[in-house]
């Protein structure tokens, strides 16, 4: 019955017409934005220190669920300590969702409960401090309409691996690494050489916060 569907990314748009067989005139994309809070943030050690947050991390946030693939990332990270990232922990930030028993159960498997910290919920005025403790932001989910924490991340300053599925792919652009999510092998490899190697840190730094700039809320209503 409606005129026109808006969809937040091509990727929904193409789910659209191949599952409910909406004509493609109909359906005009509009991409989000991201706020200009998330930015980065120099003196973030008082917010570290409060939440007992390491000084080395590597970060997601999302649901706790399936999709969010979170145990492939924890297979990743155990493959990066035998690498020698020792010094490195995983923080997860975000509420249980549905499945989420894997998640925990891995972590068991694995031997790091003490490497790998998990945080609930975090305020949403937090998110950018949070960010920006991170020397990098990892998101192998196996699907997203969009995909905010990847274009919040990036507007921070910080690198990012993502999945090269769905429209995480229109969203990151160049600028951050686009793996294969069930890839472990690669989803290590990716983190090893960004944290190995600090000009390619910089240069993806430099190149988020660029890309960031395309993504903004005015634009979004403009459209």
Not at 3 to 30: L, M, N, Q
Not at 47 to 68: A, D, F, H, Q, W
Not at 130 to 158: I, K, Q, R, W
Not at 192 to 215: A, C, H, P, Q
Request: glycine share 6%; net charge neutral; charged share 30%.
């Amino acid at each position: 019955r409606a005129d026109i569907i808006v969809a937040d990314s091509f990727s929904t748009k193409r789910d659209i017409i191949e599952y409910y067989g909406v004509k493609e005139k109909k359906i005009r994309v509009v991409h989000l934005g991201v706020e200009s809070r998330f930015r980065p943030i120099c003196n973030v050690e008082e917010y570290r220190l409060k939440n007992n947050l390491p000084s080395k991390m590597i970060l997601n946030v999302g649901t706790l669920e399936p999709r969010k693939n979170v145990v492939s990332l924890i297979r990743a990270f155990k493959k990066l300590r035998k690498e020698g990232f020792k010094d490195y922990k995983l923080v997860i930030a975000g509420s249980k969702g549905w499945l989420y028993e894997d998640i925990f159960r891995e972590v068991g498997h694995s031997g790091l409960q003490q490497e790998i910290l998990f945080l609930g919920v975090v305020k949403d005025e937090d998110l950018p401090l949070l960010y920006n403790c991170a020397d990098l932001f990892v998101y192998p989910t196996l699907y997203e309409g969009f995909g905010l924490p990847p274009l919040e991340a990036m507007a921070c300053g910080v690198p990012v691996i993502t999945s090269d599925t769905s429209s995480l792919p229109e969203v990151v652009g160049d600028a951050g690494i686009l793996v294969d999510p069930t890839d472990i092998n690669s989803l290590c490899e990716s983190m090893y050489i960004v944290l190995k190697d600090k000009e390619l840190w910089n240069r993806m730094s430099s190149m988020g916060r660029e890309r960031s700039r395309l993504f903004s809320w005015d634009k979004t209503a403009a459209k």
